[in-house]
């Protein structure tokens, strides 16, 4: 297991999988601050192209950070740029999932010209300025009606909304990052409910985190890089008009939406996942 120092110190962990491409596609884990395990091979994208899955500080095999202060996003973005200079590569292909939308972006606002590339998948931009408000989260919850579980998560939703929310209500509302609740969105919910680390993620969103969120947006405006966000047309966070949002900050954004998947689109429809991802890596390298 490959290991390098981040700029503090702390000693951080990445996972090399797969092969293919001329450079690996370097892959950020959401959560916020979930291990890269719950990635798997991305749908299959592994026998296609290298993977590079870093694990943050704290979780998987990385380190813990000296204190807490030292998950705040922002703050995590140089630890990008030093796998960076460990690989050797003068640019990343660079993938950020639902939360790690905020980190990457956060990296690509201070190292614009080390980017070659960005894909977001269904991820948040709030590095940018750009919240998905709960209200479009029940506009998706409303999609999915004729589920046999619509009944029952309904009301676990609204205690979830309303801070009320039990362990058992969040369980239910596992079947919302799916676009099918079968058995491997089961497995996957089960592996990331168990990797998910209460005290990283809120110090990830400390005060302070997103205060220069008009700065990095000034800096994403201009990136000369090919930008991919994905979302899945069931998803609420973001809904795909969102997702559209953020892709047009960037000069040479694009938005794909994913028929019939959710938060997690490698697990809903790996085909269709491999298939738009390879295709903009492939395209990206044209870019220049």
């Known amino acids: 297991m490959p290991t390098f120092d981040a700029p503090d110190g702390t000693r951080l962990a990445y996972h090399r999988k797969g092969s293919g491409g001329d450079r690996p596609l370097v892959c950020v884990p959401g959560g916020p601050m979930m291990r890269s395990a719950y990635f798997g091979d991305l749908g299959g994208l592994a026998a296609r192209r290298e993977l590079v899955l870093l694990d943050l500080r704290g979780t998987g095999d990385s380190a813990e950070p000296a204190d807490l202060a030292g998950f705040r996003v922002d703050r995590q973005a140089e630890d990008i740029e030093a796998l960076r200079v460990t690989l050797g590569l003068e640019q990343l292909d660079l993938l950020g999932h639902s939360a790690a939308g905020d980190l990457v972006l956060a990296y690509a606002a201070r190292h614009p010209k080390r980017v070659r590339s960005l894909v977001l998948v269904c991820a948040r931009a709030r590095t940018a300025g750009i919240d998905f408000p709960v209200e479009r989260r029940r506009e998706a919850?409303?999609?999915?009606?004729?589920?046999?579980?619509?009944?029952?998560?309904?009301?676990?939703?609204?205690?979830a909304v309303s801070g009320k929310a039990g362990e058992a209500d969040f369980e239910l509302l596992d079947r919302l990052s799916y676009g099918r609740w079968d058995a491997a969105a089961q497995a996957h919910a089960a592996a990331c409910a168990e990797w998910f680390d209460e005290q990283a993620a809120s110090a990830y969103l400390a005060p302070g985190a997103f205060d220069a969120a008009d700065a990095a947006r000034a800096v994403l405006a201009?990136?000369?890089a090919p930008v991919l966000v994905l979302s899945g047309a069931l998803d609420g966070s973001p809904r795909p008009d969102s997702a559209a949002e953020v892709a047009a900050l960037f000069p040479h954004g694009e938005h794909v939406v994913q028929?019939?998947?959710?938060?997690n689109p490698w697990v809903d429809g790996p085909d269709d996942f491999v298939r738009t991802v390879t295709e903009f890596l492939a395209s990206a390298r044209d870019h220049r």
Do not use: K, M, S, T
């Open 141 to 159: 919850l409303e999609l999915r009606r004729d589920e046999p579980w619509y009944e029952e998560v309904r009301p676990a939703f609204e205690r």
């Open 259 to 263: 028929a019939n998947a959710a938060h």
């Open 222 to 224: 201009g990136l000369d």
